[in-house]
T-cell receptor, first 114, second 112 residues
Framework: AQSVTQLGSHVSVSEGALVLLRCNYS??????LFWYVQYPNQGLQLLLK??????LVKGINGFEAEFKKSETSFHLTKPSAHMSDAAEYFC????????????FGKGTRLSVIA | DADVTQTPRNRITKTGKRIMLECSQT?????MYWYRQDPGLGLRLIYY???????NKGEISDGYSVSRQAQAKFSLSLESAIPNQTALYFC???????????FGQGTRLTVV
């Protein structure tokens, strides 16, 4: 079975500071990994994904994540936080066969302080 | 227009009532999903369907049922709603063999 652990249900950063949201996964087979963002009163929007190839993945809005197999991690980073980044972020995992639904972590709420 | 449309967006219902949440999509995807979101619990899978004749239970299917009326339509029913089914419900779709999911705007359901 696959699972995702997001460390920290709430992260608060100052505007302009580094954003680091942590995600560790468990999977018996090589995974596909995703980060989604949810703005207030909206659905989930894909930020970035890792499927194969380069382990450093760049997404929208200046976010990136690195797949580290040895650490079973897929942490999300952004060099400089903006007020508009305040949202809830979800890490998700799926089998590389593509034949299983996404399994989500419990989410991390990001607050950005002016 | 949204690619994945959920109706209603908000609903308040009474304990014991039957309620249906509807989802339609214009993405042409074969696969559709229903997730439930609760604060601190993330998204949990209720049911999923890989094609019109395929229905599968997810992690938390008890108290729910689904119907895949067509490739583009997937509805979720609560036969007898209870207060702990108060949550935000999301429909999602994906293409065959592709795990990336596309989400609707959600339905906020309150059971009183």
């Amino acid at each position: 079975a696959q699972s995702v652990t997001q460390l920290g249900s709430h992260v608060s950063v100052s505007e302009g500071a580094l954003v680091l949201l942590r995600c560790n996964y468990s999977s018996s087979v090589p995974p596909y990994l995703f980060w989604y963002v949810q703005y207030p009163n909206q659905g989930l929007q894909l930020l970035l994904k890792y499927t194969t190839g380069a382990t450093l993945v760049k997404g929208i809005n200046g976010f990136e994540a690195e797949f580290k197999k040895s650490e079973t991690s897929f942490h999300l980073t952004k060099p400089s936080a903006h007020m508009s980044d305040a949202a809830e972020y979800f890490c998700a995992v799926a089998r590389t066969s593509g034949n299983t639904p996404l399994v989500f972590g419990k989410g991390t709420r990001l607050s950005v302080i002016a | 227009d949204a690619d994945v449309t959920q109706t209603p967006r908000n609903r308040i219902t009474k304990t014991g009532k039957r309620i249906m949440l509807e989802c339609s999509q214009t993405k042409g995807h074969d696969r559709m999903y229903w997730y439930r979101q609760d604060p601190g619990l993330g998204l949990r899978l209720i049911y999923y369907s890989f094609d019109v004749k395929d229905i599968n239970k997810g992690e938390i299917s008890d108290g729910y049922s689904v119907s895949r009326q067509a490739q583009a339509k997937f509805s979720l029913s609560l036969e007898s709603a209870i207060p702990n089914q108060t949550a935000l419900y999301f429909c999602a779709t994906s293409a065959s063999g592709e795990p990336e999911a596309f989400f609707g705007q959600g339905t906020r359901l309150t059971v009183v």
